[in-house]
């Protein structure tokens, strides 16, 4: 008995890593923007993998704010709420609330239920960058990462990459910094983010989710992040739409 668990869990695990190697698209980060992009994009017909650092996916949306879980969602963002069948209560001025676990398990169930693979424990550490495009992630064992060890990484190729790592935009620095490219921000460069402004920041998330190099997409707060925009806080409706944005302008790229 023993040695057939070890082995179905060996066997099934390699044979599903196996089938990313080269995908459609690779989300880096497995939160509610990257969750909703993968969701769309998987349902749609393409090989969509979501690689993320942490033993749970969700992003920052379990915690809803200061462990309080819940989280408010604007009226414009109920549409995915109800696609993803996340209950919520109107609470004025054309807000939602939403228990964030509930919510965070919701877009984990249904984003696999499409058939999104999702890798967690994993870390990207670089790109893969041909002719000037972004074609794929160098990924290596979170705890390696973490620890510093001195150990190969293995490489995912894909069509397109989505940077989904939250505040830290960390595909886009990576990719700016090792190969000091011109990203589409008004610098060139990752212009970081700025303090909290919900109004702003809740519009200027789904405007800047776009192709910021050739084959490399933002969304959720590394969109923001990227273009110098505003942090939002526990109001999510903005990262959902994001991610249904990012997935959008994909389809059409691809």
């Known amino acids: 008995m023993e040695y057939l668990i070890s082995s179905g869990i060996i066997d099934s695990w390699f044979r599903k890593f196996k089938s990313c190697l080269h995908v459609d698209v690779a989300v880096v980060g497995g939160g509610p923007s990257g969750l909703v992009a993968a969701y769309y994009l998987?349902?749609?017909?393409?090989?969509?993998?979501?690689?993320?650092?942490?033993?749970?996916?969700g992003g920052g949306m379990w915690g809803?704010?200061?462990?309080?879980?819940?989280?408010i969602v604007q009226k414009e963002a109920t549409d995915i709420l109800n696609e993803f069948g996340i209950?919520?209560?109107?609470?004025?001025?054309?807000?939602?609330?939403?228990d964030s676990v509930h919510a965070a398990s919701a877009l984990i169930y249904k984003a696999t239920q499409a058939g999104v693979r999702i890798f967690n424990?994993?870390?990207?550490?670089?790109?893969?960058?041909?002719?000037?495009?972004?074609r794929g992630l160098v990924v290596n064992w979170a705890p390696v990462h973490?620890?510093?060890?001195?150990?190969?990484?293995l490489v995912i190729l894909s069509s397109v990459v989505i940077d989904a790592t939250g505040?830290?935009?960390?595909?886009?620095?990576?990719?700016?910094?090792?190969n000091k490219v011109q990203l589409d921000t008004p610098s060139g460069k990752v212009e970081g983010e700025r303090s909290m402004n919900a109004f702003e920041a809740e519009k200027t998330t789904i405007e800047n989710t776009k192709e910021i190099y050739p084959g490399l997409f933002v969304s959720g707060m590394a969109a923001n992040g990227v273009s110098g925009r505003y942090r939002m806080?526990?109001?999510?409706?903005?990262?959902?739409?994001s991610g249904y944005r990012a997935a959008s302008l994909i389809l059409q790229k691809l």
């Not at 424990?121 to 972004?134: A, H, K, M, R, T």
């Not at 973490?146 to 990484?153: F, I, M, Q, S």
């Open 87 to 98: 209950d919520h209560d109107y609470m004025g001025d054309d807000l939602y609330s939403a």
């Open 146 to 153: 973490r620890e510093g060890l001195h150990v190969d990484p």
């Open 121 to 134: 424990c994993l870390s990207v550490e670089d790109v893969v960058l041909q002719n000037e495009c972004v």
């Open 233 to 241: 806080g526990p109001i999510f409706g903005g990262m959902l739409l």
């Open 167 to 178: 505040h830290d935009c960390e595909v886009a620095r990576i990719l700016e910094k090792k």
């Open 64 to 71: 809803g704010a200061m462990m309080f879980n819940e989280i």
């Open 42 to 57: 998987s349902r749609n017909g393409k090989n969509t993998a979501v690689f993320e650092r942490k033993l749970a996916p």
